[in-house]
């Protein structure tokens, strides 16, 4: 061979290895400046536009080419940006770690559930309120509806959530709220309902509420909006921590209602939780025990629930994570529909209507999370949900809901993130209530959010097919339709979209529309039962129910001295069609419920928030405050019709004004808290409820005109590690109800203590 070709084909060879040979390498770990924790997801991006972030240990490696000048920038929500410009030689590793220091700017709470992945809060295009895990802790929060029911313009009836007034009360009739721990759906395959009591609450790290339709994100059940449960991940220390607590029961108000005499009414129990890092593996694990005499004759409660999540980071894959969530319980008790009478049967259950039951629910949920190096995350979360109910009144059930998401999102340059994925569920049930049924849905989703100087925009969409049994519900959307006479049925694309501009500094303005949609659930479908005189009817021709939200509002800052926060003011209205509602009726001459597809609603208001946390003085000041007005009409009743009064337009089981409070005050050792929470009067119900349940009417007609109950506590810290706290619930021993021929508690005061090492 010529030796002239040598040069070039050695030149070639050696090609890749010259390239490399022009790189150099950083590296480094990345830790909060104040915890000295590991900081995951951090950002980091180079004047050449290469990027990077950091891992679940916090430690992040990026290739520069050499003998260039460049410019690292480090960045995370909550935190001052950090740079650092150098040159690097050829083959050179330089260890950079960081400690990053909290930003003091204002609203710059993390998110996650509006688009799935961190922002900020005052970026969010939507209402969202944020619950954090002291005022969870500070309640002695057993059953997460205690919190839920703190939250401005969010009430919990008989475990049915509804926020800004888009459910009432219809017991077993699913819901318009979409739970979900970690990003994973909370709701029972048949009924669709919230089990409260099972949320691992002393593992929670925040809790965040949007406000308004959700479904193009979050499918079927988010069309009244989300409620997003964040547990934590352990720390680089290893915490554990125990509270034990025993609750007092007040005497009634009013003498003659007093059916327990002299016995002495309580509710005590046990919680612990442990978190802790052992190499590559997380372990978090933590349970309670909780005995309940209850306040009503016969309604006790007995359960004990154990938790665990491991997550493993592999060491041979870097950016794959792998573990598992498991949660377990087991109740037993006694259930409550409504009163003997309103005297001396008021916490009595009317006869015919008492039943006991044991209850064993399971939830198991696998996940992979990788982070590839071309900054795709890829996410795979599964979930195994098994409900066991029996009960003595012939209501048994066993319900299982298996559920699959593979989610993509890819975060570019120039603040462009898209996120999409699908998501699929099948539930099978057996039940005396219900009969057998199995349902599956299928659905694809995807979101763009994008950022630029001040203004922040998102939106997204949602495709889903839903069928139970051998029979798709599909066809009822139908959009269009072939030249032949077969008819093309496509499930519902709903669509959602919002904007975010920042004003000023600290003033954000935005506005929102999404669609949303609620198929039925296997209960309101095929329940068939009666209690207490009072048949429930199957209707296996329900239709699915859909509507819109659309918001404008306002954000800002606010600063005093240290305390930071912020008010905000929102005007909504929202739209359902084929509401499904439990409505009275007859059928085959027997009087009872049946759930059908009877109204178009509007809900229009207003409302207004403010909270925040800092000191003001000597004084840590934590506050959550706000008001909600609600204007819900039924669009079937016309305003028109001089035959019916003017109430009868108004949305059944609904307040038109609604107000929170929860106030912390912390100096040095001492806590003091007040929460408080007020409803108007209940406009429109079911008549029916007057005429079969006794003393129904009369009591509405004395006692319907609103009411505010008042809480207070108050905790000392003996030692860093150990707490004792008193807390009383009921402060003025109010008797009001939630709903008909259902007296709330009493005045109870608890002592609790928590050893924290």
């Not at 070039?8 to 060879?13: H, N, Q």
């Not at 509270?243 to 016995?263: A, H, L, M, V």
């Not at 035959?643 to 003091?672: G, Q």
């Amino acid at each position: 061979m010529n030796h002239k070709y040598y040069l070039p084909i050695i030149s070639f060879l050696l090609f890749p290895f010259f390239i490399y040979s022009q790189q150099a390498i950083i590296k480094g770990k990345i830790t909060d400046a104040k915890t000295s924790e590991s900081m995951v997801g951090v950002g980091i991006s180079a004047s050449n536009n290469s990027g990077t972030q950091t891992d679940l240990d916090g430690n992040y490696e990026i290739k520069l080419s050499s003998d260039e000048e460049h410019t690292l920038e480090m960045k995370f929500i909550g935190y001052k940006t950090q740079t650092k410009k150098l040159t690097l030689k050829n083959g050179e590793t330089i260890i950079w770690d960081v400690q990053m220091m909290e930003d003091d700017a204002l609203l710059n709470e993390v998110v996650v559930s509006e688009s799935k992945f961190e922002k900020p809060l005052s970026e969010v295009t939507v209402s969202m309120d944020l619950v954090k895990a002291n005022l969870i802790q500070n309640k002695n929060t057993t059953n997460l509806t205690t919190v839920m029911q703190q939250i401005p313009g969010v009430s919990v009836v008989d475990g049915s959530a509804s926020i800004r007034g888009g459910g009432g009360y219809s017991y077993g009739a699913g819901s318009r709220v979409m739970v979900l721990i970690d990003d994973v759906p909370f709701l029972t395959g048949d009924v669709g309902e919230v089990k409260w009591d099972f949320v691992p609450t002393e593992n929670i790290e925040q809790i965040e509420v949007i406000k308004g339709a959700a479904s193009a994100l979050y499918g079927s059940s988010a069309l009244n909006g989300v409620i997003s449960i964040r547990t934590a991940y352990p720390k680089d220390v290893p915490v554990t921590k125990v509270t034990t607590f025993g609750t007092y029961y007040f005497q009634p108000k009013r003498p003659e209602t007093r059916w327990w005499g002299d016995t002495l009414h309580m509710n005590n129990g046990l919680s612990f939780s442990h978190s802790s890092k052992h190499d590559n593996f997380d372990l978090v694990m933590g349970g309670n025990f909780i005995n309940d005499n209850g306040y009503k004759m016969g309604v006790y409660e007995k359960r004990a629930r154990f938790n665990m999540s491991l997550r493993n980071r592999s060491k041979k894959i870097e950016g794959l994570s792998c573990g598992i969530n498991a949660n377990v319980q087991g109740d037993e008790g006694g259930n409550f529909l409504y009163w003997t009478n309103a005297d001396s049967g008021a916490y009595i259950t009317a006869p015919g209507t008492y039943s006991t039951y044991t209850l064993w629910k399971t939830y198991i949920n696998p996940f992979v999370t990788y982070y590839a190096k071309n900054g795709i995350r890829h996410s795979f979360k599964t979930m195994y949900y098994h409900t066991v109910h029996t009960n003595t009144d012939n209501q048994n059930y066993n319900a299982q809901l298996c559920y699959a998401e593979y989610q993509i999102q890819k975060r570019f340059k120039h603040d462009l993130a898209i996120t999409t994925g699908t998501a699929n569920s099948y539930d099978v049930v057996v039940s005396q209530l219900y009969g057998s049924h199995h349902a599956t849905n299928f659905a694809l989703y995807g979101q763009l959010d994008k950022k630029w100087n001040r203004l922040n925009f998102s939106t997204g969409i949602r495709s889903e097919y839903f069928k139970v049994d051998t029979i798709g519900n599909v066809s009822q959307f139908v959009l269009m339709k072939s030249s032949t006479k077969d008819t093309i049925a496509l499930v519902p694309v709903m669509l959602r979209a919002g904007f975010n501009y920042r004003l000023f500094q600290y003033t954000f303005l935005r506005t929102s529309y999404g669609q949303g949609y609620r198929y039925p659930t296997i209960s309101e479908r095929y329940i068939s039962t009666a209690a207490g005189g009072i048949t429930i009817f199957p209707n296996p021709d329900l239709k699915a129910e859909t509507g819109w939200s659309a918001e404008f509002g306002i954000k800002q800052g606010l600063k005093i001295g240290q305390w930071k926060g912020y008010v905000d003011g929102a005007a909504f209205i929202t739209e359902f069609n084929n509401m499904m509602q439990f409505t009275f009726t007859s059928i085959g001459g027997l009087l009872g419920f049946q759930s059908v597809n009877t109204d178009n609603a509007r809900i229009a208001g207003t409302e207004f928030t403010i909270a925040g946390e800092g000191k003001i003085g000597p004084v840590l000041v934590s506050i959550l405050a706000g008001y909600t007005y609600m204007n819900p009409i039924d669009l079937n009743v016309s305003a028109d019709d001089t035959t019916l009064s003017e109430n009868s337009r108004i949305l059944k089981y609904r307040y038109k004004h609604d107000a929170k409070i929860d106030v912390e005050l912390t100096y040095k050792k001492f806590l003091l808290g007040m929460s408080s929470r007020y409803n108007s009067n209940m406009i429109n119900i079911d008549q029916i409820f007057e005429v079969f349940i006794t003393d129904a009417a009369t009591y509405r007609e004395e006692n319907n005109k609103g009411y505010i109950v008042f809480d207070l506590l108050g905790s000392y810290k003996f030692t860093e590690k150990s707490t004792i706290a008193l807390i009383c619930k009921n402060l003025l021993n109010k008797e009001y109800t939630v709903r008909p021929a259902d007296i709330q508690p009493p005045r109870t005061l608890t002592l609790q203590y928590s050893l924290q090492f």
